[in-house]
């Protein structure tokens, strides 16, 4: 079930980045928070649901235990939403998609694992092409940038930021997972369903805090209602969460990479539901990363 459950990680997470992407204002400041307020409280509610459906006992203690792993991931999520305001330099970064790679690599270098051909070849075509797409996009952003007849704000040119940016997600969300692998997979130290609880109320309590800085210190105007794309991208982020800790519980090695090719969904997403044009370059990059994700599913078989 573990391949299932990237497949819907992905999935999850590709549509999430679409309303990411819409959600997004570039001119406010305080758009990131809003984020966090918004996927903070999803997060709180569907915890609450879950914690409640299944009659499930939740000890405050599990958050203090996985809050490394817990901080690795908010830390690098509210970096990646910062990073939307600089969509043009950061959002398509290779180096931001190949935090699952790097995980892979770590829990390579630092644990023991069997990987069949198959699951080796599989592995190769979604990273490569991971980082092969998000290299075309990357070169698209900079034609358009240099063929705008607009001012474009010096702060979207700066290559710092175009750099540090994706760097900072990379390495945050790339040993957050590898926290993940060992926490779910390697050493068993909580189990899938504290770990979902623990990192849903985790993020809760900074949406609050966000909340609060938001509307008290900054005497900023926020509507929960009035947030629809962001909204949306909330329940997509808290969906794919739900998937992930299951997926990264039963084989973490596979699944973390597997489950960084969710930008080929937001790729597929964009195309459909924004109009955006592909090229022939993308497209058979695309075709590439999912005869990889198929490799493993047939290898998840045999």
Not at 172 to 191: N, P, R, V
Request: aromatic share 14%; net charge neutral.
């Amino acid at each position: 079930m573990w391949f299932i459950f990237s497949l819907l990680t992905a999935f999850s997470w590709g549509a999430a980045d679409l309303f990411y992407k819409k959600g997004t204002d570039s001119n406010d400041p305080y758009s990131h928070i809003k984020i966090v307020i918004m996927v903070g409280l999803v997060m709180g509610i569907h915890a609450t649901a879950y914690m409640l459906f299944k009659d499930l006992s939740f000890s405050p203690m599990d958050m203090v235990k996985y809050l490394p792993v817990s901080a690795l991931y908010i830390l690098s999520m509210a970096i990646g939403y910062i990073g939307l305001r600089y969509m043009e330099l950061s959002i398509a970064s290779p180096v931001q998609n190949s935090s699952g790679a790097v995980t892979a690599i770590l829990l390579f270098i630092f644990f023991t694992h069997e990987i069949g051909t198959l699951e080796i070849i599989g592995l190769i075509m979604i990273t490569l092409g991971i980082i092969g797409l998000a290299i075309l996009e990357k070169k698209a952003e900079n034609e358009a940038l240099k063929a705008s007849t607009e001012i474009i704000d010096k702060k979207y040119q700066i290559g710092f930021l175009a750099i540090t940016f994706p760097l900072l997600y990379c390495l945050f969300d790339g040993l957050g997972t590898f926290a993940d692998g060992i926490y779910l997979d390697e050493l068993k130290l909580i189990s899938e369903n504290s770990a979902l609880l623990a990192y849903e109320y985790t993020f809760f309590i900074c949406a609050v805090i966000g909340f609060i800085f938001l509307k008290f210190i900054k005497k900023q105007s926020f509507n929960v209602f009035k947030e629809r794309d962001k909204g949306f991208a909330a329940i997509l982020e808290t969906a794919g969460q739900f998937f992930y800790v299951f997926a990264m519980s039963a084989n973490a090695i596979i699944a973390a990479p597997l489950i960084a090719s969710y930008s080929i969904f937001s790729v597929l997403l964009s195309r459909i539901f924004l109009k955006e044009k592909l090229n022939g370059k993308q497209y058979a990059i695309i075709i590439v990363v999912i005869a990889g994700i198929a490799l493993l599913g047939l290898a998840d078989e045999l």
